[in-house]
């Protein structure tokens, strides 16, 4: 049988590549928006449910396929939520990770350790066709800490800062496995995996 086949409604390399790892062991074949001329939507909402619905719907209409977004974020304590959901445009236009965390870093420059709690939060929407009336839509966390200076190399965005207690390291310093088990996208995917199972019947 030949896998499912869904769109990414994302134009986000980090993104693209972590959902990747993470549906190929689930027989589930993805393809980046790109692939069917799909830009950026305009992100208008005030909540990361709206954004990703603006997101799965566009991908959607356009590639006539099943599509799957994602929004997400970091929300810093300290900063009364922000960058929230401006997370990837937080030093403005173009969007640039490197920018985003300097200016992060200068936000919480008073800050001092023991304050600087963070989390990550990931909503993904699924919609079957472009008017699915009923979007399945999860949401997940991930708790941690803003460091004082970048540590680590893998992942993307804000990885280099977010510092996991219980792990010791910062999400950049995790491998890709780890991450993925972990990360609040990892665990809003299982959670959606578990939510498209069927049914059981009953009697
Ligand atoms: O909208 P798409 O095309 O998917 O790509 P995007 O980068 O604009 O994505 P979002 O609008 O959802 O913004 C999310 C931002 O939050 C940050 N972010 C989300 N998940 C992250 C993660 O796992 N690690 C690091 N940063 C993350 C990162 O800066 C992202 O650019
Ligand atoms: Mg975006």
């Known amino acids: 049988m030949s896998p ?3 769109v990414l409604a994302s134009g986000n390399a980090g993104k693209l590549r972590e959902f990747h790892q993470l549906l190929a062991p689930l027989g589930l074949e993805v393809h980046a928006q790109a692939d069917y001329g799909v830009a950026d939507v305009e992100e ?4 990361f449910v709206e954004n990703a619905l603006l997101k799965a719907r566009e991908a959607s209409r356009l590639s006539g396929l099943p599509a ?3 929004d997400s974020g970091l929300e810093v304590d300290a ?3 922000a960058p929230g959901i401006y997370s990837a445009r937080y030093a403005g236009e173009p969007k640039s990770d490197t920018r985003n965390n300097a200016r992060l870093l200068e936000a919480l420059a008073e800050v001092p350790e023991g304050r600087r709690r963070a989390r990550y939060w990931c909503v993904l929407v699924l919609l079957r066709h472009a008017e699915d009336p009923v979007p399945l839509i999860v949401q997940r966390s991930w708790e941690g800490e803003i460091l004082q200076a970048p ?7 804000y990885d280099p800062l977010f510092w996991l207690p219980d792990q010791q390291a910062s999400a950049a310093e995790l491998d890709a496995e780890q991450k993925n088990r972990l990360s609040h996208r990892g665990r809003a995917l299982q959670a959606l995996v ?3 199972a069927p049914e059981p019947a009953r009697s």
């Open 194 to 196: 578990a939510a498209m």
């Open 4 to 6: 499912a086949l869904l």
């Open 151 to 157: 540590r680590g190399e893998g992942g993307f965005g």
């Open 44 to 47: 208008t909402g005030l909540t």
């Open 79 to 81: 900063l009364a939520g």
């Open 68 to 70: 799957l977004a994602d």
